[in-house]
């Protein structure tokens, strides 16, 4: 197939082919980070700039990892440390930035549209690390990699979102891509932390139990303190004690259920240390897919060439042979 896109603002829209395209470019990827010299060529000569105005330890690290595995060079800009400490806007600061003709701009800020407002102003790609609570689309993409390495497939699947969906980007771009690609989506909180649209966007469930019950996958989401700007919760006590994952609640789920979280986790709040460490987690697996998702998303949209170009990696090894999906 051919991947057209320009950007990557979010995962609302993309077929199941495009979604199936950048999963499989990105499996492709994973076996430059197992080698001893973990750097091939292909984006040699390329900039990326990673511009972001939120903090961020996975997203920024392993697009920065992943750049550099690529050998592109890549430059981080964080708004503390930014002229928009000076009052530049958003919008100067991106022009600026393009002006010296980079080959792709990451963005990642508080601002819902941020990305694709960039995106419609600036002549470089544009790739969306999380605007406010609209999307974070490696993110969806890493966890849908991470799905499918360890249950095998990526349809037919009962996937339950649980705790703070109202504040979630990264619940809007899994519902997204997993409906897209076939699979029955819940989404598992108290109704202060559930928005209003939710019935259109899976089964809603306010209860722990019945919401794991039977699910194929547990995706656990941080509550985000920092957006709690209503009293959305009585206390984190009572929010714990209703909707954090322990073991005996994820008894309910299906016996090989598999469980992620974006993280930074909040370790007793959303989900109990033994199950966050425990064998049922993917967590760890999650940030190690989050560089190959990264590396491919840059090599499809810094190098412009798309789905023109027949292997990611080529030039020094052949990537592991495409798995067959669903
Ligand atoms: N999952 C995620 O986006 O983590 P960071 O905020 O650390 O990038």
Redo the contacts with the bound molecule.
């Keep these: 197939m051919t991947f057209t896109h320009r950007h990557l603002l979010g995962l609302d829209g993309m077929s199941r082919e495009e979604l199936l395209y950048l999963i499989d470019t990105a499996a492709s990827f994973k076996e430059i980070s197992e080698r001893d010299i973990k750097k091939v060529p292909t984006l040699r000569g390329k900039t990326v700039v990673g511009l972001f105005y939120?903090?961020?330890?996975?997203?920024?690290t392993s697009f920065e990892i992943a750049a550099k595995r690529l050998s592109a060079d890549y430059v981080n800009i964080s708004s503390a440390t930014s002229s928009t400490t000076k009052g530049e806007t958003l919008l100067d600061t991106a022009r600026n930035i393009a002006a010296m003709r980079p080959d792709a701009l990451i963005i990642?800020h508080h601002a819902a549209g941020a990305a694709r407002y960039l995106a419609n102003r600036i002549d470089c790609p544009v790739i969306n690390?999380?605007d406010g609570a609209h999307e974070?689309p490696t993110?969806a993409l890493l966890d849908l990699l991470t799905i499918r390495d360890h249950v095998g497939r990526l349809e037919g699947l009962t996937v339950a979102i649980v705790g703070d969906i109202l504040h979630s980007r990264?619940t809007r771009s899994n519902v997204h891509a997993l409906r897209a690609l076939g699979n029955t989506v819940r989404l598992v909180g108290p109704p202060t932390l559930l928005p209003r649209e939710a019935a259109a966007m899976g089964e809603v469930h306010h209860q722990l139990a019945s919401g794991v019950r039977g699910a194929d996958v547990v995706m656990m989401l941080r509550l985000q303190r920092e957006r709690q700007g209503r009293n959305y919760l009585p206390s984190l006590d009572e929010y714990a004690r209703y909707f954090c994952l322990t073991r005996a609640a994820l008894a309910e789920a299906k016996p090989d259920v598999v469980v992620l979280h974006?993280?930074?986790i909040n370790r007793g709040v959303e989900i109990a240390s033994d199950v966050a460490d425990g064998a049922a987690s993917l967590i760890m697996d999650q940030v190690t897919n989050g560089v190959a998702v990264r590396m491919a998303i840059l090599f499809l949209l810094a190098s412009r060439r798309g789905a023109q170009v027949e292997a990611p990696a080529n030039e020094e090894a052949q990537p592991e042979r495409r798995r067959k999906v669903g």
């Design positions: 939120e903090a961020s330890t996975r997203t920024r990642r690390a999380g974070h993110q990264v974006p993280g930074p």
